[in-house]
C-alpha cells in the first residue's frame, strides 16, 4: 500500500502504477508481490505544468526500478524522454535504463546512490575538484560522442534556445560564433547527476536533451550551478554576494570551478574564457525554459548572473 502521497488520486494513481511494475518483476526476475515494496512521490517545485509521479519499486528492500509519469494529460516529455533513451545508440554515458513503457509514461531502472549536490555538501571542500572535475570529464564524454558534425552554426543553433537571441549582447554573441555544436542534455545542473559509492557518476532526467545543442550550456550549468551547493548562505547574503564568491573571491568553490572548466576545456578543444563569456546566454536561456513550465524564475540566480556578468564584460545595458 503507497501512502507516502497526501493527494488521494495521485495514491490511486501509484497504486495502479505499483501494479503494472508487480507484473513487469514477475517477468524480470521472479520477484512476487510480497517480495516487493513501493513507495512514491511528486517532486516538489513551484511548476504548474508537467508534474510527474514517480513509483520506486525495491525487491527484498533494494530499490530496482523506477517508474516515471506524467500528470498533465497534454505532456508529451516523458515520452519524449523514452525515444532518447531507448534509442540504438543510447545516450553514451552511464544513465537510467529503459524498461518498458506503461500505460502513461516508462519504467527505467534505478540508479543508485546519492545526488550530487548530497555528495558535495557532505564532501570536505579539497574534495570538490575531483567532484566537479568527474561531473564535467562525463559530460564531456556527452558532448564529444557524435561524430557527424552539424552543419548549422552555433548562432542558429541558439536562436532555438532562445527565439531571435533576445536580450542577448554584442559581446557574448561574440562568443557564441566559435561555440561548439553537439549533443547536449539540456538540463544538466547538478541535481540531474547521481553518485555512487565508489564516486561513479550517471546522469538522469534525458526529456530535455538535444542531439543538436550548445554543450557549453551543460558545462556551465554545472559548474555554476554548483555555487549554490558551496556557499548555502546566499539565501540570506543575496545573489550579488554569491555572484562575488563565484566569479571573484579566491576560495574553495573557485579552485574547484576553474579545474573543472579547464578539464572540460581539453576534452572539448574549447578554451575556459570562452566558454564563460556564454553565461548570459546560459542564464537567459534557464529563465525562459524555467518560465515556459509556468515556474517562475524571478526568486533564482540567472536574472542576477546574468545582468552582472553583462555589466562586467561589455554587454550592460
Not at 2 to 24: K, M, N
Not at 50 to 77: H, I, N, W, Y
Not at 137 to 148: C, E, N, P, R
Request: aromatic share 8%; proline share 7%.
Amino acid at each position: 500500500m503507497i501512502d507516502s502521497l497526501a493527494e488521494a488520486p495521485q495514491r490511486d494513481h501509484a497504486e495502479s502504477i505499483a501494479d503494472e511494475l508487480s507484473a513487469l518483476h514477475r517477468d524480470l526476475d521472479g520477484a512476487g508481490r510480497d517480495r516487493l515494496s513501493f513507495d512514491a512521490w511528486v517532486p516538489r517545485s513551484a511548476r504548474k505544468q508537467r508534474q510527474r509521479l514517480f513509483v520506486r519499486s525495491s525487491v527484498d528492500g533494494v530499490p530496482r526500478l523506477v517508474a516515471k509519469v506524467p500528470l498533465d494529460l497534454e505532456d508529451t516529455m516523458v515520452d519524449r524522454e523514452w525515444d532518447v533513451l531507448s534509442a540504438p545508440a543510447g545516450v553514451g554515458v552511464p544513465s537510467p535504463q529503459p524498461v518498458a513503457r506503461l500505460r502513461r509514461g516508462f519504467a527505467m531502472t534505478y540508479v543508485p546512490s546519492r545526488d550530487f549536490p548530497q555528495a558535495m555538501s557532505e564532501a570536505p571542500a579539497h574534495e570538490w575538484p575531483a567532484l566537479l572535475g568527474a561531473a564535467v570529464d562525463l559530460a564531456a564524454v556527452l558532448h564529444t560522442s557524435d561524430g557527424d558534425a552539424s552543419r548549422e552554426s552555433a548562432a542558429e543553433v541558439a536562436a532555438r534556445y532562445l527565439p531571435g537571441l533576445a536580450g542577448i549582447g554584442p559581446n557574448t554573441l561574440r562568443y557564441l560564433d566559435g561555440a561548439a555544436v553537439g549533443p547536449a542534455h539540456g538540463d544538466l545542473g547538478p541535481w540531474n547527476l547521481r553518485v555512487d559509492g565508489d564516486g561513479g557518476l550517471a546522469i538522469i532526467d534525458w526529456e530535455d536533451y538535444r542531439p543538436v545543442g550548445l554543450p557549453a550550456l551543460d558545462a556551465l550549468n554545472i559548474v555554476l550551478t554548483a555555487g549554490l551547493v558551496a556557499f548555502p548562505d546566499y539565501v540570506d547574503r543575496g545573489f550579488d554576494w554569491l555572484y562575488d564568491r563565484v566569479f571573484h573571491e579566491d576560495n574553495p568553490f573557485r579552485t574547484a570551478a576553474d579545474h573543472a572548466l579547464r578539464r572540460y576545456a581539453e576534452r572539448t578543444g574549447s578554451q575556459v574564457h570562452d566558454l564563460l563569456q556564454l553565461t548570459p546566454l546560459f542564464c537567459r536561456w534557464m529563465i525562459r525554459r524555467i518560465e515556459d513550465q509556468g515556474r517562475p524564475a524571478g526568486h533564482l540566480f540567472f536574472g542576477p548572473f546574468a545582468a552582472r556578468f553583462e555589466a562586467e564584460n561589455g554587454d550592460g545595458r
